[in-house]
């Protein structure tokens, strides 16, 4: 986003002034001046203020000035004004002596502003209440007052002072060119705050709307992780179940082999017991040991037929008699059966 997009735009703006007679209006266009002059009648019952704020909008709509960026010149009495040497004041107390000047003309509330010539000074002030008035007046309208001015007597004399025209066109250049004095200079900001709220509030919009974004996608992979991985439990829910009896015989039967294998037995049978705990490892799981007189029947799960291979080789340790039995195949796990003939 541009930062133009964010100040105001006073390219095009209009001064007035009214004379008590006449209203006298002049429009600045980029460099381009253009004037225009009514008569104007104040009824008793109206404000004066708000049936001139009134006609001067109607004018502009009139004469096709779409500005709402507009300036006003008062006359001489509407506003306390004052010309004077500043003489020894360090420049530095002066803006400070212009205000203690104005409170002591009108009252604390008082608005004011000032502009040197040479080595003297114009002062201006006027009460709020009367410039709340006049910005109160323009807002209903659809206007905006940026600046409410007495003409300095400075310029008065270097002006033909039967031409009124003159003011209208002082008080746009005040406001075009953000000149002073004005007394409501701080309505000449250069940023356009009704502008800067909205960008704010859509920046913090699209903030808003990315983390609601991000997070929705993070909970759709979420839940498609968790869909994907229950979906897989449920395929293979008889696999797990097996394999948690698996685990369970596999822990009694390394329970049974250390025992076995701490104990001293003459017995043949027992000693291959012992011995079939000795060879036992994690890629073949026991889950059936049947003895006859001189003979053992094993059946177990595998992962795969290598691991089966690698077993009968350890068997043959204990018997040369290792005669494998039956083999199936379930979701990857081989089911086996093993039967021996035991050393006399």
């Known amino acids: 986003m541009s930062l133009n997009f964010l100040q105001e735009d006073f390219s095009e703006v209009v001064g007035a002034y009214f004379d008590g007679e006449k209203i006298y209006l002049s429009r600045h266009i980029n460099g381009n001046v253009e004037n225009f002059d009514a008569n104007f009648s104040v009824e008793d019952d109206v404000s004066e203020i708000e049936q001139l704020a009134e006609k001067i909008s109607l004018l502009c709509y009139q004469r096709g000035w779409k500005t709402s ?23 530095e107390e002066i803006d400070n002596s212009v205000k203690i000047w104005a409170i002591s003309q009108v009252d604390e509330d008082a608005l004011f502003d000032s502009i040197k010539f040479g080595e003297e000074i ?70 356009n705050y009704k502008k800067i709220s909205v960008a704010i509030a859509i920046t913090f919009f699209c903030v808003l709307l990315g983390i609601f974004v991000k997070t929705s996608y993070e909970y759709h992979v979420a839940s498609a992780q968790v869909e994907e991985l229950q979906n897989y439990l449920d395929g293979h829910a008889d696999e797990v179940e097996l394999k948690k009896s698996v685990e369970e015989d596999i822990a009694e039967m390394k329970r049974l082999n250390s025992f076995c294998a701490a104990q001293e037995n003459p017995f043949p049978k027992f000693n291959a017991l012992v011995k079939l705990g000795k060879i036992a490892d994690g890629k073949i799981y026991l889950t059936k040991i049947k003895m006859s007189d001189n003979s053992i029947e094993l059946e177990g799960v595998a992962n795969n037929s290598d691991d089966i291979k690698n077993y009968v080789s350890r068997l043959k340790t204990i018997t040369t ?7 199936s195949s379930k979701e990857n796990i081989i089911t086996f059966t093993i039967y021996l003939t035991l050393k006399n």
């Open 321 to 327: 008699n290792v005669k494998p039995g039956n083999f």
């Open 69 to 91: 960026k507009m300036g006003l010149c008062l006359r001489e009495g509407v506003a306390i004004t004052f010309q004077t040497p500043f003489g020894t004041i360090p420049p």
């Open 122 to 191: 114009w002062m201006e002030a006027i009460s709020k209440a009367t410039a709340t008035d006049y910005v109160n007046a323009w807002q209903k309208n659809s206007m905006t007052l940026c600046a409410l001015t007495v003409m300095p007597e400075e310029f008065d004399a270097q002006i033909n002072l039967t031409k009124p025209q003159t003011y209208a066109d002082y008080v746009a250049d005040v406001v075009a060119n953000k000149k002073t004095p004005n007394l409501i200079k701080d309505r000449l900001s250069a940023w």
